[in-house]
T-cell receptor, first 114, second 110 residues
Framework: DAGVIQSPRHEVTEMGQEVTLRCKPI?????LFWYRQTMMRGLELLIY????????DSGMPEDRFSAKMPNASFSTLKIQPSEPRDSAVYFC????????????FGAGTRLSVL | GDSVTQMEGPVTLSEEAFLTINCTYT??????LFWYVQYPGEGLQLLLK?????DKGSNKGFEATYRKETTSFHLEKGSVQVSDSAVYFC?????????FGTGTSLTVIP
């Protein structure tokens, strides 16, 4: 298996623009997670889905952030409008089974908002 | 609520030195405990896990023992290598909740 695939790997945009990050989980996995990593705040869970349904979005910072999982093989995280403080590395991870046991992470998307 | 606390970094060691990275947790019941490792420019990957008290997880020469009496899951390695340079995260899974520590950066110098 190719693992969790994220795109793009790097994104540079200007403040106010819309940003869409994409994730393809490992085939057969039924849970998907979006994380944000910064030096100041470490690794933060933004949202996670189980069987394509959002289970916990309490980590989503504000209404500018939204996430969707239209099917088992694809998810997006959208920021609109983007702000410089959104600059971070965003990770997608997936796991299999009813518990959030072993999570497999993608390589991340490094977002820079100028 | 549940949480994980791990030692602050960064940690710098010489090759072949002994490594300990402390991790303590707060949780009701019996969570599962994990150590993840993040190499430069990559996502996190599972290093080892333990699912019940007194379990010892081990992988690649790293070990950690689930100590319920001290609510700890310290990571140890007897002889580190330059290739072990990475950021290490302690994590806890309890039901539908998953918590990561803040990460400890390790640099091993030749």
């Amino acid at each position: 298996d190719a693992g969790v695939i994220q795109s793009p790997r790097h994104e540079v945009t200007e403040m106010g623009q819309e940003v869409t990050l994409r994730c393809k989980p490992i085939s057969g996995h039924n849970s998907l997670f979006w994380y944000r990593q910064t030096m100041m705040r470490g690794l933060e869970l933004l949202i996670y889905f189980n069987n394509n349904v959002p289970i916990d979005d309490s980590g989503m910072p504000e209404d500018r952030f939204s996430a969707k999982m239209p099917n088992a093989s694809f998810s997006t995280l959208k920021i609109q409008p983007s702000e410089p403080r959104d600059s971070a590395v965003y990770f997608c991870a997936s796991s299999f089974g009813p518990s959030l046991d072993i999570q497999y992470f993608g390589a991340g998307t490094r977002l820079s908002v100028l | 609520g549940d949480s994980v606390t791990q030692m602050e970094g960064p940690v710098t060691l010489s090759e072949e030195a002994f490594l300990t990275i402390n991790c303590t947790y707060t949780a009701t019941g019996y969570p599962s405990l994990f150590w993840y490792v993040q190499y430069p420019g990559e996502g996190l990957q599972l290093l080892l896990k333990a699912t019940k008290a007194d379990d010892k997880g081990s992988n690649k020469g790293f070990e950690a023992t689930y100590r319920k009496e001290t609510t700890s899951f310290h990571l140890e390695k007897g002889s580190v290598q330059v290739s072990d340079s990475a950021v290490y995260f302690c994590a806890l899974n309890h039901g539908n909740q998953f918590y990561f520590g803040t990460g400890t950066s390790l640099t091993v110098i030749p």
